[in-house]
Structures are given as structure tokens and as C-alpha cells.
């Protein structure tokens, strides 16, 4: 029997799938297209940010070489402090690589994590992107059905944990659901995974966006923290810059280094 290729495993984007919805369909003045199908920015950088980017562009000829391969040490080590302080915990710039957008950071970490067969809980609704790559990857997506205000329960999750789970991933802010998952959420979930002796992938994408004061979580006060906790996050909503694809995983030194030669 002819197996199919990963990529005819999953289904189709739903974004691009609803552009060819609209192939031929022609919106006047009165009624036009309002776009609420993804929450991208729809303008350029701020402008000191597009000076800063060509002067780069022109001034700096190793920003056109080959980098190092976790990223900029400079930027790994703002990232380090910016999080230290936003989180109140402590993050180190061992601790952080530089991704391809978050997009490359998600699919980094599962291949840290999974094998065939392996299994992912995600909770409903998941981002679309996150169920392809476990699909393409050959890693069994286990949906986790949400309680009241689409807030999944750590308790819940227990339940679906087998002997191939390894990882439970939430999205805070959500996408595409909006919604903020509360402080005792995400502790809970930590709790669970630690215990459980598997990772929790938080992808903090939209965390400029939360409409909370402090910090959404103290997930990096704890001493072991990236024993369990890998987060990940994008440039591009906060900054826009959808276009430069530039994201970043907070995980352990263990899991960020490189494979050794033997």
C-alpha cells in the first residue's frame, strides 16, 4: 500500500483556504472585505525601526553572513533580561535561541521532544499551524476539550496523559480564541507536567497584547524552570514584523544545544 506523503497527513491552512473562498468575488465601496481572519499587522514597522534595519543592512556586512546559530548574543541577552524583569524569575541568555519566527520555535521544540507515534495535547480550539506540524511529524495530536470561557483544566488533561505524551501545549493569549488564560491555569498545568514528567510549551506570541496588568504567569520564579517549561514567542505581532520571521524559545541550555559530533 502506497503511503501518503506528511504533508497529504493534515488538512488544509484554514487562512489560505478562506482567501480561495473569496477567487472572483468582487467587494464594492459599501460593503467591503473586512479581513478577521488573522490578527496580523497590516502596516510597516515604525519608521525609527525600518532606519535601524537598513542601517544595519548597510553598514553591518556580517548581518548578511551566516550568524550564530542560537542567534545574536546580544539579542538572546535582552531577551534574557526583559523576561528576568517582566517575569519576576530569572532567565538566563543560555536559555534563549533565536527562530525563524515562532512558527520554526514550535516546530524546534517538538522535534526536541517527539518521535513517531508520540503523542501532543492540545487544547480546543488549537492553532491550526500547531496541529499541522504534529500531523506532518508523524506525533498523534489528543484534543483536550475546554471548560466555561474556553479555559482548559489542568484535571482534564490528567486524564488524557499516556506513557507517549510528551508535551501539553497552551497558547496564552489564545489564537484564535482571544483568550487569556488565568495565573492558576498555567500554574496548574506547570504542576501537572512537572509531575507528570513531561514538558509544558507555552506560546506567549500575543503577550504584548495581554490586557492584564503584571506578569501573566511566575512560571520562571521556579528554581528548575526549564526542566519543564519551554516558551516561545514571536517579533512580529508586537513589532511588526511579519515579514522578517523572527521568534525565540525559552527552554533549557540542554535543549538548545547542539548534537554532539559522536
Not at 503523542?119 to 508523524?138: A, C, K, T
Request: aromatic share 8%.
Amino acid at each position: 500500500m502506497t503511503q501518503k506523503p506528511r504533508t497529504a497527513t493534515t488538512f488544509a491552512p484554514p487562512v489560505m483556504e478562506a482567501r480561495r473562498w473569496l477567487e472572483g468575488v468582487i467587494f464594492t465601496k459599501d460593503r467591503p472585505l473586512i479581513n478577521v481572519s488573522q490578527a496580523a499587522p497590516v502596516d510597516p514597522p515604525p519608521e525609527p525601526l525600518r532606519r535601524a534595519i537598513a542601517e544595519v543592512a548597510l553598514n553591518e556586512p556580517e548581518a548578511h553572513l551566516y550568524g550564530p546559530v542560537l542567534g545574536l548574543p546580544e539579542l538572546r541577552a535582552e531577551i534574557a533580561g526583559q523576561w528576568t524583569a517582566a517575569y519576576g524569575g530569572a532567565v538566563r541568555a543560555e536559555q534563549v535561541c533565536i527562530t525563524s519566527g515562532c512558527n520554526q520555535a514550535f516546530t524546534a521544540a517538538i522535534d526536541t521532544l517527539c518521535t513517531d507515534g508520540d503523542e501532543v495535547i492540545l487544547p480546543i480550539p488549537y492553532y491550526f499551524n500547531h496541529r499541522m506540524w504534529l500531523d506532518m511529524s508523524g506525533v498523534t495530536t489528543v484534543c483536550l476539550p475546554t471548560r466555561a470561557g474556553l479555559i482548559p483544566d489542568a484535571e482534564d488533561a490528567a486524564a488524557l496523559i499516556t506513557a507517549r505524551t510528551k508535551a501539553i501545549v497552551l497558547v496564552s493569549p489564545n489564537n484564535p480564541a482571544g483568550v487569556e488564560y488565568p495565573t492558576e491555569t498555567l500554574r496548574a498545568f506547570y504542576d501537572l507536567c512537572k509531575a507528570r514528567g513531561i514538558a509544558l510549551i507555552v506560546d506567549e506570541t500575543y503577550r504584548d497584547f495581554d490586557a492584564r496588568s503584571g506578569a501573566p504567569h511566575d512560571l520562571f520564579t521556579e528554581a528548575d524552570w526549564d526542566q519543564t517549561l519551554i516558551q516561545l514567542y514571536s517579533f512580529s505581532k508586537a513589532y511588526r514584523l511579519t515579514g522578517h520571521r523572527v521568534g525565540a524559545m525559552v527552554a533549557s541550555p540542554a535543549r538548545l544545544a547542539l548534537p554532539s559530533a559522536s
